[in-house]
């Protein structure tokens, strides 16, 4: 249960980084973000345990933070909440909050343009 709701919130991540930095980019920027949600997912999971459990717990903590002031938990918000939700981790006075987000935006953009490049290799 635990991972799947860790799953679900890493993907919504994604989907939001996503759809934040491929605005206007034209063909093999727009979604779906499976394959980056999927990257993502296995760079989490070639950490080594002491990297991944405190990951983990961050971005549950993350995902249930939402509850007060949305409702509902980080991947079941409206893409409007979602984007305030990440807003506010991005500005908080934490380091750790925007440590985790500016994490989850990397390792997406990362993918994300791997995912052009690589077709732009397999055209050639």
Known sequence: MVRRW?????????????RQHS?????????PFNDVARFVLRQYNGMPGFLAFPLQIATLVFSFS???P???????????RRRMHMRKWQLSRLGICRDLMRFY???AVLALYA??????VSSC
């Open 23 to 31: 605005e206007g980019l034209g063909p093999g920027f727009e979604p």
């Open 66 to 68: 939402a509850v007060l």
């Open 6 to 18: 860790f799953e679900h919130t890493v993907s919504a991540l994604v989907y939001e980084v996503g």
């Open 70 to 80: 949305g409702g509902a938990l980080f991947h079941q918000l409206d893409p409007a």
């Open 115 to 120: 995912r052009f490049t690589d077709r732009l």
């Open 105 to 107: 935006a990397s390792v």
